[in-house]
């Protein structure tokens, strides 16, 4: 079984920023789209950035501008460049990968947090 393991997350300040890695252990097939997600707590997880094969992207209204999603599709793996980090960022980040019919792959996720 491909497991995902996320790394990059830990402590800055407001308005630092953070890149966070996700790669995967194997070769992954029928990718559909690569994205993370985070979950703040009390909160419901949601999605943060996605990429598809196309390399078309799509980005949460709340990071637009300051977060970018990337891939390198030979190394199978993620990446999510966070500027302009706030502390409403704090979270624990996920990355997920959606494979056709098989379903999805969830990393173990990294903690993020952004001090005021």
């Known amino acids: 079984q491909v497991q995902l393991v996320e790394s990059g997350g830990g402590l800055v300040q407001a308005g630092g920023s953070l890149r966070l890695s996700c790669a995967a252990s194997?070769?992954?097939?029928?990718?559909?789209?690569m994205a993370w997600y985070r979950q703040a707590p009390g909160k419901q997880r949601e999605l943060v950035a996605r990429?598809?094969?196309?390399?078309?992207?799509t980005y949460a209204d709340s990071v637009k501008g300051r977060f970018t999603i990337s891939r390198d599709n030979a190394k199978n793996t993620v990446y999510l460049q966070m500027n302009g980090l706030k502390p409403e960022d704090t979270a624990v980040y996920y990355c997920?990968?959606?494979?056709?019919?098989?379903?999805?792959?969830w990393g173990q996720g990294t903690q993020v947090t952004v001090s005021s």
């Open positions: 997920m990968v959606s494979r056709l019919l098989v379903g999805d792959l």
């Open positions: 990429i598809a094969t196309s390399g078309s992207t």
């Open positions: 194997g070769r992954i097939f029928n990718i559909m789209s």
